[in-house]
């Protein structure tokens, strides 16, 4: 489990701070007047860091359980539905103008991002298994690690996000993105250490009943090796 929380964290770090200078720098550029476009631009190239990151340190830490896994296959994957995915899901915030709505409460946020991470897991994972098919014995149980797994580190995210203010200098907005990726990547990797074993967990045998010779006690349960 330590290596899987020590490469999570670091590359949730690195892509945390990727995504944070983006997101500011695609804030300022809307603000300027400058081209939705171009801001997008910034916002995706920051969700494809964060997904190149992450998809390294997955792959690197999958090696124990899943030592055939395709490795170019998993970190294409990866780049391209979580990088993807994180710059469309924060874009929305970073584009848009201030009109006044008002924010939701905090509970309201972490609830949102928490069933974010849920989702947004679920999908990542479900792509990711289709990868590890031929290197694991159950594959499609990643797709509830990965879920379970991204729940409390959308939720951890979301709360740094809303932590620093908007005119926090870029220097900080960044060092801050680092620090609340590291502890969202240690959760992350925390939870995926501990469920990843199950890939390669056996089934247990079903019970069946085996009719004894004449003159025993009677039939008796026993597992089917």
């Known amino acids: 489990m330590r290596r899987w929380i020590v490469l999570c964290a670091t590359a949730e ?21 400058r081209s939705s476009v171009l801001a997008w631009t910034v916002v995706v190239l920051g969700g494809l860091l964060e997904g190149t990151a992450l998809g390294l340190a997955q792959r690197a830490a999958l090696t124990s359980v899943a030592p055939t896994l395709n490795r170019h296959r998993w970190l294409l994957v990866t780049v391209v539905v979580a990088g993807l995915g994180w710059a469309a899901g924060s874009a929305p915030s970073v584009l848009a103008t201030d009109d006044g709505a008002t924010a939701p409460g905090p509970v309201a ?12 897991g679920a999908v990542l ?10 290197a694991a014995q159950h594959p499609w149980r990643w ?3 990965s879920a379970a797994a991204w729940t409390p580190a959308m939720a951890v995210i979301f709360t740094g996000a809303s932590i620093a203010p908007a005119d926090w200098p870029w220097g900080a907005v960044a060092l801050f993105g680092t620090a609340t990726g590291a502890v969202a990547g240690a959760v992350l990797g925390a939870v995926c250490g501990a469920l990843a074993p199950a890939l390669t967990a056996p089934q247990p045998s079903p019970a069946v009943i085996r009719t004894e010779p004449k003159g025993s006690t ?8």
């Open 125 to 134: 994972g479900a792509a990711q298994a289709w990868v590890i098919r031929p």
């Open 143 to 145: 797709v509830g690690i």
């Open 13 to 33: 770090a690195v892509g945390m701070t990727a995504s944070a200078a983006a997101a500011r720098a695609a804030t300022a550029l809307v603000t300027a007047g």
């Open 109 to 120: 946020a972490l609830g949102g991002a928490a069933a974010l991470g849920l989702v947004m």
């Open 218 to 225: 009677g039939p008796r349960r026993t597992r089917s090796p």
